[in-house]
């Protein structure tokens, strides 16, 4: 079993930044992929950034250039470094691990930008 222990959610004015953390822990193979996902209320979950074990980075295109996905393997943490915040990044953030076998969910940390 693996434990996703997400940070950093808050409410910031648009054009400003936050840093999301996940940190996993538990029975973590040593190849993994970690994500951030993010959800509004009736709306289908969307993936944010995810990077692999070997560093390769995906990112949803409304997103780049403004939000960087980074990981600390040492740690089993994952970093969303996200800048120029727009109202329409407000959501659930949800910190994703899959690996092979298992496919894992943190419990969400709210991000609101205000306008």
């Known amino acids: 079993q693996v434990q996703l222990v997400e940070s950093g959610g808050g409410l910031v004015q648009a054009g400003g930044s936050l840093r999301l953390s996940c940190a996993a822990s538990?029975?973590?193979?040593?190849?993994?992929?970690m994500g951030w996902y993010r959800q509004a209320p009736g709306i289908q979950r969307e993936l944010v950034a995810s990077?692999?074990?070997?560093?390769?980075?995906e990112s949803t295109s409304s997103v780049k250039g403004r939000f960087t996905i980074s990981r600390d393997n040492a740690k089993n943490t994952v970093y969303l470094q996200m800048n120029s915040l727009k109202p329409e990044d407000t959501d659930v953030y949800y910190c994703?691990?899959?690996?092979?076998?298992?496919?894992?969910w943190g419990q969400g940390t709210q991000v609101t930008v205000s306008s």
């Open positions: 994703n691990l899959w690996q092979f076998g298992g496919d894992y």
């Open positions: 538990g029975s973590i193979s040593s190849f993994y992929t």
């Open positions: 990077i692999a074990s070997g560093g390769y980075t």
